[in-house]
Antibody
Framework: EVQLVESGGGLVQPGGSLRLSCAAS????????MHWVRQGPGKGLVWVSR????????NYADSVKGRFTISRDNAKNTLYLQMNSLRAEDTAVYYC???????????????WGQGTLVTVSS | EIVLTQSPGTLSLSPGERATLSCRAS???????LAWYQQKPGQAPRLLIY???SRATGIPDRFSGSGSGTDFTLTISRLEPEDCAVYYC??????????FGQGTKVEIK
């Protein structure tokens, strides 16, 4: 069974930093593209970032480019999101997501973690 | 950026009725790389439909997707009480960023 468990969320002041982690199990982690998607309180879904299976290719939404960094440790089956220079508008539940198919960058978001809440407030 | 516009915003129907949800794209979605997700309160989204019309594993056959180009539809043929949720369309083609529609809330009377 595919399992994705996020951690690392919490309350942080504007301008601060936070690193989210996502522990993956139940599948061969290094075969799949992985994504982060966020959802503000009472709002819709917003794609944040993606990384390919070996970590050599990454993409970001314009709203987080230059502030967030996605990475992965395939030996630890773990996905990360380093978030710097946080703003109030980054407040959201952050979901770790595995694509449905493995090697293609074009594959729907097949498996979702339960999310971790990040609150940016003074 | 491909903008996805969903309608209606809210759909209120009785059990057994047919629900038709629309998703319109600001430009053509390549090769029908269009997915639908269901999100129930307090839960993570769940993939329902991908490739515009393929059901994900374990999804009941009362859910169906159709469309191409810029116009897509999710149909729930016979509403069940457990279908109460927000439904999002999303394009996952080669054009970044991947984008979601704003969601359609389905209420059961």
């Amino acid at each position: 069974e595919v399992q994705l468990v996020e951690s690392g969320g919490g309350l942080v002041q504007p301008g601060g930093s936070l690193r989210l982690s996502c522990a993956a199990s139940g599948f061969i982690f290094n075969n799949y593209w992985m994504h982060w998607v966020r959802q503000g309180p009472g709002k819709g879904l917003v794609w944040v970032s993606r990384i390919n299976s070996d970590g050599s290719s990454t993409n970001y939404a314009d709203s987080v480019k230059g502030r967030f960094t996605i990475s992965r440790d395939n030996a630890k089956n773990t996905l990360y999101l380093q978030m710097n220079s946080l703003r109030a508008e980054d407040t959201a539940v952050y979901y770790c997501v595995r694509v449905l198919g493995g090697s293609s960058s074009i594959s729907p978001l097949g498996y979702w973690g339960q999310g971790t809440l990040v609150t940016v407030s003074s | 950026e491909i903008v996805l516009t969903q309608s209606p915003g809210t759909l209120s129907l009785s059990p057994g009725e047919r629900a038709t949800l629309s998703c319109r794209a600001s430009q053509s979605v390549s090769s029908s790389y269009l997915a639908w997700y269901q999100q129930k309160p307090g839960q993570a989204p769940r993939l329902l439909i991908y490739g515009a019309s393929s059901r994900a594993t374990g999804i009941p056959d009362r859910f169906s997707g159709s469309g191409s180009g810029t116009d897509f539809t999710l149909t729930i043929s016979r509403l069940e009480p457990e279908d109460c949720a927000v439904y999002y369309c999303q394009q996952y083609g080669s054009s970044l960023p991947w984008t979601f529609g704003q969601g359609t809330k389905v209420e059961i009377k």
